[in-house]
């Protein structure tokens, strides 16, 4: 198994309330990328919102191979969506794509 570091952008159609904020990167935290030494090195959140309503998802996956890993990231993505509340009305995701591979996990 590999550590992949994927990101997964979307866009926010009517923008995001604090609480929800909170609430999605809650969801995220066990694919938090600064558990890795290229998210640390990098200082990589797991949730970065511009100020267009886009944002950029960062998520740790360990996977065999890349399109696994990019599959992985996007079930992940979702689910975190989905548990904060958010569909793929509210919330559509891009693809997701493998930002680096780290195979030292801190």
């Given amino acids: 198994m590999t550590t992949y570091v994927i990101s997964v952008p979307g866009t926010f159609t009517s923008g995001i309330g604090a609480d929800t ?43 065999d191979t890349g399109p696994h890993a990019e599959e992985e990231a996007r079930r992940l993505a979702d689910g975190a969506l989905r548990d904060a509340g958010l569909d793929e009305r509210k919330a559509p995701l891009g693809p997701a794509v493998i930002t680096g591979i780290d195979s030292e996990v801190r």
Avoid: C, I, K, Y
Wanted: glycine share 4%; aromatic share 2%; hydrophobic share 35%.
């Fill in 21 to 63: 904020r909170t609430r999605l990167a809650q969801a995220l935290r066990p694919a938090d990328p600064h558990g890795t030494r290229m998210g640390t090195a990098e200082d990589l959140d797991v949730l970065s919102v511009n100020d267009d309503n886009t944002f950029t998802l960062r998520l740790t996956v360990e996977a």
